[in-house]
C-alpha cells in the first residue's frame, strides 16, 4: 500500500521542514521526486543529493509562486523532468506577524500572494494535466490558524482558512476527472519557519501547554498523513481536511 516505486511527485516550498520532509519520505517509498524552492537553493539541493544517493529519480527546480506564470512554468519543468505528475503536494508558505491596525497592504499582498495564489495556480496547473489522465491527487498544506483563528497573524490565518475551503471546492470539481483533493493541516510543528518562537524558553512553554500531548510535532510526522492521503490506502477520501495538531484543534 506504501509503494510509490512508479509515483511521480512534485513538492513545493520542499528546501527545509515539512515539504522536505514530504519529499524524503517518498522518495523512500520508490518516488520520483520534483523538489520545488523558492530562495533555499543549497537545502533543495542538499534533498535532492540524498534522494538520488538512495537510487531515486529527483530534481531541484525554482520558482517564485507569489507569481501565478511561475506556477506553471514550475509545474511544467517538473512534469518535463519526471516525464509526468502523479501526485501534487503545495506545502509551500510565509508566516509573519502584523497587527491588523498596523498592517499594510504590501504585508496582506505577500501573504495572500505566495500562500494563497501560489496555490490556486499550482493546483490549476497540475489539474489541467491531470485530467487527461483521468487520475491524481493533490494535498495541500493548511494549518491550525485556518481553523481556530491566529491573533497578530490574520493575514496568514485568513489565507490558510481559504485553502481549506480551496480543498473542499476542488474535491467534487476534480472527482468526476479521478482526482483526489486533500488537506493536512498541521499544528506546532519543529521546524525553521517557527524555531523563533520555540527557541524562547517562555514561548516555548506556552506553546507546549496548548497541545495534549505536551509537545510540538516533527516534518516527518506530517510527511507521514501526506504520504498515506497519496497512497492506494486513501482512494476513497476527497475533500478532507486531516488534523495532525496533538490534539490542539479538536474540529471534523
Not at 514561548?203 to 497519496?230: C, D, H, N, Q, Y
Request: aromatic content about 4%.
Amino acid at each position: 500500500m506504501m509503494d510509490f516505486t512508479s509515483t511521480r511527485v512534485l513538492v513545493t516550498g520542499a528546501s527545509k521542514g515539512i515539504g522536505a520532509a514530504c519529499a524524503t519520505m517518498f522518495g523512500s517509498l520508490g518516488a520520483s521526486v520534483a523538489v520545488h524552492y523558492h530562495h533555499d537553493q543549497a537545502g533543495a539541493h542538499k534533498v535532492v543529493a540524498g534522494l538520488v544517493d538512495a537510487g531515486r529519480r529527483a530534481v531541484a527546480i525554482q520558482a517564485s509562486l507569489g507569481i501565478w506564470s511561475e506556477a506553471e512554468r514550475l509545474v511544467d519543468e517538473a512534469e518535463r523532468a519526471l516525464g509526468g505528475l502523479d501526485v501534487a503536494v503545495l506545502n509551500h508558505g510565509i508566516w509573519k506577524g502584523a497587527a491588523i491596525d498596523e498592517m499594510t497592504q504590501a504585508q496582506y499582498d505577500e501573504m495572500m500572494d505566495v500562500n494563497l495564489r501560489g496555490c490556486m495556480a499550482a493546483a490549476g496547473a497540475v489539474a489541467r494535466r491531470m485530467k487527461p489522465r483521468g487520475a491524481g491527487r493533490i494535498i495541500f498544506i493548511a494549518s491550525t490558524a485556518g481553523q481556530r483563528g491566529e491573533a497578530m497573524h490574520s493575514h496568514y490565518a485568513a489565507s490558510k482558512g481559504a485553502i481549506i475551503s480551496l480543498t473542499k471546492s476542488l474535491a467534487p470539481e476534480l472527482a468526476p476527472h479521478g482526482i483526489l483533493v486533500n488537506c493536512v493541516a498541521p499544528g506546532w510543528v519543529d521546524t525553521p519557519m517557527s524555531e523563533g518562537t520555540l527557541s524562547d524558553d517562555k514561548a516555548r512553554a506556552a506553546v507546549f501547554a496548548t497541545i495534549p500531548l505536551g509537545r510540538v510535532g516533527t516534518p516527518e510526522e506530517i510527511a507521514g498523513p501526506v504520504v498515506f492521503l497519496a497512497s492506494p490506502a486513501a482512494t476513497f477520501i476527497t475533500g478532507e481536511i486531516l488534523n495532525v495538531n496533538g490534539g490542539a484543534v479538536l474540529v471534523g
